[in-house]
């Protein structure tokens, strides 16, 4: 008899050979999964996620398109969740760890077989349990949707969205991938073929969810995180049913979360230097420029002209806009 294991490694080989699949530039090749663009080793852990998560009301989810502001959002919100416990200056998590550890992303937890250990893992963990995620908000398990428990979406403007998936992948990708344009690169960007894209369905996925359930999901644009963080940190604790009391607020409460999860202090602690987290990813390349408008220094005009028109075709009508 064929142990589970083996059976699960047939199912998924099987589940492959039936999928469209196309070549990528970050991946070898991208499977269409559910709608989405993903790599194949990206497969078990999402089919795992939506099998076996049992979500809690209390949790909350950091939900984004990748290169988009996740590992800030995660810290902010590790940081708001958790204020009670930490102060801000010392013996504070972040400190210490990577936010990508603090925050794991659910799909990567459900990465390997051994799904009890997983399991018992996330029932010990301490509440409110907070999961990052880049999973399409209709692929997310259905206890995540049944449940109360907090999703808060960040998008970024694709122009600077393309440019940090360019610069990150770039890093991360094995040698035996043959290099690419970048201009061959914003082609399958603009046709979808990038993990957990199109970058728009990503997008307008929890986009609409955010206006059909507003006390669902929040959706924030990294943008505008970044002209007015003192405003979406007081938001997102509002969201999450923590707001910061007038004490907090005068203590300088927000500031210290601010200066705690900046791009410059978390780029510079050790715990963020070396190493590596998640899928053997060095920690170091997680942080690098966080500029909004970056994009000028890597796209040719006919580039721009591309991107400016998929998008428009993509995101007319939706009310999103950048
Ligand atoms: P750039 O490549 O434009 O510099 P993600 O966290 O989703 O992988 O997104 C990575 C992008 O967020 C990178 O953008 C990175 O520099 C930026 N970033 C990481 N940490 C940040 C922080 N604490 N504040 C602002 N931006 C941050």
Redesign the pocket.
């Known amino acids: 008899m064929a142990s589970t294991e083996g059976l699960q490694a047939f199912e998924e080989e099987n589940l492959l050979l039936s999928l469209p699949k196309e070549r990528g530039w970050a991946a070898r090749y991208f499977y269409l999964y559910q709608d989405f663009w993903c790599p194949s080793t990206h497969i078990q852990g999402v089919n795992n996620f939506q099998k076996h998560f049992q979500a809690k009301h209390s949790d909350v989810l950091v939900a984004?398109f990748?290169?988009?502001?996740?590992?800030?959002?995660?810290?902010l919100t590790f940081s708001i969740v958790n204020r009670q416990h930490f102060s801000s200056s010392e013996n504070h998590p972040l400190l210490t760890s990577n936010p990508h550890e603090l925050v794991p992303f659910l799909e990567f937890i459900f990465h390997a077989d051994n799904i009890q250990d997983k399991l018992s893992y996330l029932s010990n963990m301490s509440e409110p349990r907070v999961f990052g995620t880049h999973v399409p908000f209709p692929s997310l398990s259905n206890s995540v949707k049944d449940s109360n428990c907090k999703i808060i979406y960040?998008c970024?403007n694709p122009f600077?969205n393309f440019?940090?998936c360019w610069?990150?992948f770039n890093k991360i990708k094995s040698n035996s991938l043959p290099g690419v344009k970048i201009e061959e690169a914003l082609e399958k960007y603009c046709k979808g073929i990038i993990g957990f894209g199109p970058t728009w369905d990503n997008m307008l996925g929890y986009w609409k969810e955010s206006i059909a359930s507003p006390n669902k999901v929040l959706f924030l644009k990294?943008e505008e995180l970044?002209e007015d963080t003192h405003f979406y940190v007081k938001r997102v604790a509002e969201f999450l049913d923590c707001p910061f009391t007038e004490e907090e607020e005068s203590n300088g409460d927000i500031e210290n979360i601010i200066k705690l999860?900046?791009?410059e202090?978390?780029?510079n602690l050790e715990v963020n230097k070396s190493g590596t987290v998640d899928r053997n990813i060095e920690k170091k390349y997680?942080?690098?420029?966080?500029?909004v408008g970056?994009w000028v220094n890597y796209f040719s005009p006919a580039m721009t002209e591309k991107l400016s028109k998929t998008m428009e075709e993509k995101l007319s009508g939706s009310g999103l806009s950048f």
Not at 66 to 75: D, N
Not at 286 to 291: L, S, T, V
């Open positions: 984004s990748p290169k988009s502001g996740t590992t800030w959002l995660k810290a960040i970024r600077d440019v940090s610069t990150f990294y970044k999860c900046s791009l202090r978390m780029k997680y942080f690098r420029k966080g500029e970056d």
